[in-house]
């Protein structure tokens, strides 16, 4: 029998009572007032999950440029606006056709502000051993154990993803059981109804994926709009998303984000992943949309021999604000981290970087490699970069660096005395910018899409 839970805590913390802090207070009470359909079985977990997370986020403040971790990004614009708690909304399987990606035709789930819609998802390609839903349809046993993963990450008192863990109103689940191969990739949808007033979504997803198992998915966040949705339209909102991923010993996760908030859009995501031994995870991190948008991504590597891949690409113009802070934590011996982060920045737009690889004395023979490439278009445009190392163990081979330039003026020379015009060689140098992180998309069709996103957006 399912049924509805919400959460109610105490939300009157001993912390300063700034206006800065009364926001993030109100956005918590909105929070516990959301309800998820839930099993009655389930809900007293839930409910103690969720008031564990109020809780957490009772003590803390609303992160300011004072605090380290967000000297460079000002949330002042986004505590301005009063959010209200968004409400369902439904849509046509027309509505929602532009965004399904051809290869996940039938391996598709969409969620609408936060909330599953099963008649706009189709499943019907996807093998035994694999389950793909919300947390509802898992059968009893199993939800119990889905709801032992979720907020268990380290990192999950964080502000944000505690808030997250407080309202989320419903949640993603992929499930692959042991030794499950997945060929097709499973394509998570995430579409924004905009509503008369700004609205507040919190969606949430899981992902496990068990001994020996194999699969790609894609995590999409988008909104419904009239033209363009780079465009501002003067109709704020804020996305607060979580996604966790377990990666068991031996098993692959070839992970993409692709975030595409409108022009007025605000998104704050967290993606928190866990791997154990022998284990492949690679985490592909599109970020175009958005006015203001920052996303955490932490690694914990927690066996011997596991493989993390991060590659990012922000592509921003106007007055975007796009901030990546990623950490990567080993914790064992023979771990091996590549990361590759490229930033286009154009206008007055900008774009923040903290890269963080943590290595400490038990993670010997280590292989971490990190580098940051930022392209400037424009003399307005900024960029703030810190890739970092913190490395207490001696047998290790770890490299780290940044670089911040504008168009090659002999790149562009050379390619015009081989006959091509100013404007197109421009455009190829920055395809060939970007397409190195794009190329390396697991989807054949998004990466179409988003190269003549990329070349929309860096058009003269």
């Known amino acids: 029998m399912a049924g509805e839970v919400s959460s109610h805590s105490i939300s009157n913390s001993e912390q300063g009572d700034s206006p800065a802090n009364r926001y993030l207070r109100e956005l918590l009470r909105q929070s516990e007032e ?8 389930n809900s007293g977990l839930l409910q103690e999950l969720r008031q564990r997370a109020a809780y957490d986020v009772a003590q803390q ?4 440029r004072k605090d380290e971790d967000w000297r460079f990004t000002d949330l002042s614009e986004l505590r301005e606006i009063h959010f209200l708690r968004v409400q369902p909304a439904k849509l046509s399987p027309a509505d929602i056709a532009p965004f399904v990606l051809p290869e996940a035709q039938q391996s598709c789930i969409v969620f ?4 599953y ?3 706009l998802s189709d499943t019907s390609a996807l093998p035994s ?21 979720i907020a268990r990450q380290e990192g999950s008192k964080e502000v944000f993803t505690a808030l997250n863990s407080t309202g989320f109103p419903d949640i993603a689940i992929l499930w692959a059981k042991a030794n499950a191969v997945v060929e097709a990739p499973i394509h998570l949808l995430f579409l924004t109804v905009l509503g008369d007033s700004p609205t507040f979504c919190q ?3 899981l992902v496990i994926a068990e001994k020996g198992s194999s699969l790609t998915f894609v995590e999409h966040y988008a909104v419904i709009a009239e033209g363009c949705s780079d465009t501002p339209q003067n109709r704020a909102y804020f996305t607060n ?22 022009g007025d859009g605000f998104h704050i995501g967290k993606t928190a992943v866990s791997q154990e031994k022998n284990s492949h995870y690679t985490c592909n991190a599109i970020t175009l949309g958005g006015k203001l948008s920052r996303h955490n991504l932490d690694v914990w590597q927690k066996g011997k021999q596991t493989e993390t891949h991060l590659n990012g690409l922000t592509t921003i113009g106007q007055e975007q604000v796009a901030d990546t802070h990623s950490a990567i934590l080993l914790a064992h011996p023979h771990g091996t981290t590549d990361q590759l982060h490229k930033c286009i920045v154009d206008d007055r737009a900008r774009a923040i970087f903290n890269g963080k690889v943590c290595v400490p004395k038990d993670a010997q023979l280590t292989n971490a490699a990190q580098l940051n490439r930022n392209l400037l278009l424009s003399p307005r445009a900024r960029v703030d970069t810190k890739p970092e190392l913190q490395i207490t163990a001696d047998n290790v081979k770890c490299t780290h660096g940044a670089t911040v330039s504008q168009i090659d003026s002999d790149e562009l020379f050379y390619l015009q005395s081989r006959g091509i015009n100013a404007d197109d060689a421009r455009h190829l140098l920055l395809d060939a910018f970007a397409g190195e ?24």
């Open 117 to 119: 819609e099963p008649q």
């Open 241 to 262: 998303s979580v996604m966790e991923v377990f990666v068991k010993e031996n098993a692959r996760v070839n992970h993409t984000r692709n975030q595409r908030e409108s």
């Open 129 to 149: 051993g694999l389950f793909v839903g919300n947390l509802a349809q898992l059968r009893v046993e199993d939800s119990f154990e889905a709801i032992k993963y």
């Open 437 to 460: 992180i794009l190329e390396r998309l697991p989807v054949a069709s998004l990466r179409k899409a988003l190269a003549q996103c990329v070349a929309c957006r860096t058009y003269d």
């Open 34 to 41: 959301q309800k998820i359909p839930m099993r009655a079985e």
């Open 112 to 115: 609408v502000n936060g909330v």
């Open 203 to 205: 969606p949430r997803g």
């Open 61 to 64: 403040q609303m992160p300011t």
